[in-house]
């Protein structure tokens, strides 16, 4: 018995669209007796008749239409699922990281991008605050977040993983340092003092819609007189170069912490006496979510440039 198939009702179609077996069995790169047979045997199994054959050529029946009506829609159904997947075979593999502003986590970026082999790519990397970094992770529009955490929010953030399916994975423990231009009344010191520091502008990020514990940036007990509020790294980092503000962090483009620009020297790091708490640098993934190559050949550079850091500051 001759059960009904998808090359059947491709075959029925064929011949409905050309108006006859010869042009049908043309356009199917097959023999015209091969699909009289086919059509002969699917009638059969039907037990009606599909097709009127005369010298003018083939009409299909009234059966003939109803069962065309049926056969063009899975015809069509199956022609968009075989453009779905093949497109999906072709398409460009993903991979995205969402990172606080963190100069170690772009350069590593930057060394995973230049070992790139793919033929096709698209690739994301996004410097946003931490609340956004959980967010992306957790929805999957990142594959991996990119935090250094203050030890006193530790626990309070753990709590914020667990409601968000998030897992943080700590890589190194990075200290605090003033940024200042090469040229600042206070770069000369080995060390500085925050009432030192508090007498020129202070440049932090917009937190407006971030909490504290949330922030890479060190929270002053004390209120700074002067503030400068950015939302972005690159003007950051432009204040602190060209004018007496300093920055707080574990590290900023520019400066002698950076390998990359070493021969810059314009920004220097600087310890400061008030400011002994280490930052837990680490990263974000989804729970459960296995790791793929491309995050681990991340995560490589990113412990690698971490340690680099840690060795020049």
Not at 51 to 77: C, H, K
Not at 105 to 130: G, H, K
């Amino acid at each position: 018995m001759t059960s009904v198939t998808l090359q059947n009702l491709k075959y029925v179609v064929a011949v409905a669209e050309h108006g006859s077996f010869s042009a049908a069995a043309k356009a199917l790169y097959i023999s015209q007796s091969t699909l009289s047979s086919a059509i002969k045997e699917l009638e059969a199994e039907l037990g009606t008749q599909l097709f009127l054959r005369s010298n003018r050529g083939i009409q299909p029946t009234p059966d003939g239409e109803d069962f065309l009506r049926y056969a063009r829609e899975i015809v069509e159904q199956s022609r968009a699922l075989e453009r779905r997947y093949r497109h999906r075979r072709y398409a460009p593999t993903r991979f995205a990281v969402s990172t606080q502003r963190l100069p170690f986590a772009v350069r590593a970026f930057q060394r995973f991008m230049e070992q790139l082999s793919w033929n096709s790519y698209d690739i994301a990397i996004r410097e946003c605050p931490t609340y956004t970094i959980i967010s992306d992770v957790a929805a999957g529009k990142s594959d991996v977040g990119v935090v250094a955490l203050h030890d006193q929010y530790i626990p309070a953030l753990e709590k914020t993983f667990e409601i968000n399916h998030v897992t943080f994975t700590e890589l190194e423990r990075l200290p605090t340092y003033a940024f200042l231009r090469r040229s600042h009344p206070l770069a000369k010191r080995d060390k500085v003092s925050m009432a030192e520091l508090l007498q020129y502008p202070f440049v932090t990020y917009d937190q407006e819609a971030d909490r504290s514990e949330y922030t890479e940036e060190v929270v002053f007990h004390q209120i700074a007189e002067k503030t400068v509020h950015v939302s972005d790294r690159c003007s950051k980092v432009a204040l602190v170069r060209f004018t007496d503000a300093f920055s707080i962090g574990p590290d900023l483009t520019n400066s002698n912490a950076d390998a990359f620009h070493s021969g810059m020297g314009e920004i220097v790091a600087m310890p400061v006496e008030e400011i002994s708490d280490s930052l837990h640098v680490g990263y974000l993934l989804q729970k459960n979510v296995a790791v793929s190559a491309a995050m681990a050949v991340f995560l490589d550079y990113l412990r690698d440039d971490i340690i680099v850091l840690k060795k020049t500051l």
